[in-house]
């Protein structure tokens, strides 16, 4: 006999360790949003458009706007503050393969006097690499889940460096005429980033390490988020129906001939593919709650002290061990859930329910109803729900 509980968790709803999506659910929810919110750009009249509205960042956005976030910025508009503490921009921020102090040496601009922390335009997280779109959704997840925050400060030299120094003909081009090594600074001179040797910048020692638990990953703020949202429920009851919908019209109203879409392929291929990651972001969303639950099913979830794991109740109707077995996602996730087929197996093979493959079926079914009927279950029982039904709705608001 060969079942898994996997088709069960796409058809009922079940167990969320917490409504609102920390830790790896949730940065998997921050790659949707950012992916709608590059997708979005598609609308040149600021006033069409719903996410995030109030980031006012250093990227010039795909059809030319101005004062677009990068992702470090976004994911700092959307986080909660109040709850989640400040985040002091002089300290270095990294996300992915790039952090703030990175970012200010490989994009220093000619004329650099600009505020400390400020992150400066270019190819962040390698999004401009050739990636499908699971794999920039997978990429997002994983860059916001190990964000990292780290006291460190980037090395400038602001004054004219001495001969035969590394920095000496990059400092003076980037301040033509200035002889005087006794004077710059900021605001005074244009400074460049230190090197060592051949080693690249330079970013002083840390002096103090601290990478908070829930750095991007925890805590929204919902009205900086999403337009007209009060609260989580409404984030996920909307992102499918409202903002996926009116990208996708607006996509595909710019791919008619005579757009701007169709007289330019290669912006074409970025909207799809941003709007696409948005779409492949629904099934890492689903494969991380899956997960979870199929976790709490086995080993009960902590979050929630109240949950029992699934082994008491098939205990209770006189079953054995709960087997299982790993399945695979449609991200490549992988994780362990309980196996229908081996436990009924394996409680037949003691000699349970009198060898009766009938009886024992419906003794696991009423275990199952009875795990279902805890209070944690039944107070998450819909976030499941919402997002597999997000997910289809996306799916069909996705051009081709």
Sequence with gaps: ??????????????????????????????????????????????????????????????????????????????????????????????????SINEALVKYFPANWNQPQGTIFEGDWGGFDRDMTPMEKANWITNAIEGAALDNRALAVIWRKPAAGNIMTAEWEARNPGVTDATIGGPGVTNGVGQRRGAAGPFVEADRSRNAPRHLFNYNYNIANLCTGCTDYDQVVDRWATDHRQRIHNEISAQMQDGRPLANNPALRDKFVLWSKTAVSGFDVVLDYRMSSLASAMLNGAPGNPGTTPLQQYWTAKGGADVKSEMVTGKSGLQWLEPSIGATVDEALAQGKFGGDESQAMKAWLEAWDDYYTQAPVIQHSDVLDKWQNGKNQAAQACPL
């Excluded at 060969?2 to 409504?19: N, Y």
């Excluded at 830790?23 to 919110?37: H, L, M, Q, T």
């Excluded at 750009?41 to 109030?54: K, V, Y």
């Design 1 to 98: 006999m060969k079942a898994t509980v996997f088709a069960l968790f796409t058809t009922a709803s079940l167990l969320a360790p917490a409504a609102h999506a920390f830790g790896p659910r949730g940065s998997a929810e921050r790659s949707i949003f950012f992916a709608d919110y590059m997708a979005e750009e598609i609308f040149t009249n600021a006033a069409d458009r719903r996410i995030a509205t109030g980031c006012q960042g250093t990227r010039t956005g795909l059809r030319g706007q101005r004062g677009r976030c990068n992702l470090i910025e976004f994911l700092h508009h959307i986080r909660d503050e109040g709850r989640d503490g400040r985040i002091q921009w002089p300290n270095d921020v990294r996300v992915g393969d790039r």
